[in-house]
């Protein structure tokens, strides 16, 4: 297992990275609102939300299953709808992952 993940590239490995620590800004999101006693409901599950999905796509990515493969693409092509970043980052990860061949490390 160590063998395998010493082979993801250091790209998908900081986007898992990445992804994780916004679940821990999450997190401190949550705590800031529940001190200052602005917590509106909405806001509050949008927030859980999110840092369940970005949680599951930064394991899905750290797995090096087919099943996170799947997963990580299916969160690159929901990405395209966040003009402008967010096209711009899932075609260059997209791009990246067709010309390096990711899809052969994930079994």
Known sequence: MIK??????SVLKWFAVILLLSVLFGFGLL???AQKGDFDRDVSLFVIVSMVGHGFVGFAILSLK????VVF???LYL?????PMGTYISYKTL???KKN???D???
């Not at 395998?4 to 590239?9: A, I, Q, T, V, Y």
């Not at 990405?79 to 003009?83: C, E, G, K, Y």
Request: net charge positive.
């Open 31 to 33: 705590y800031d609102l």
């Open 105 to 107: 490390i994930y079994q």
């Open 101 to 103: 061949r990711i899809d």
């Open 95 to 97: 791009r990246y992952m």
């Open 66 to 69: 087919r099943w996170g493969l």
């Open 73 to 75: 693409k299916c969160y």
């Open 4 to 9: 395998r993940f010493e082979n993801l590239p």
């Open 79 to 83: 990405l395209f709808l966040a003009i």
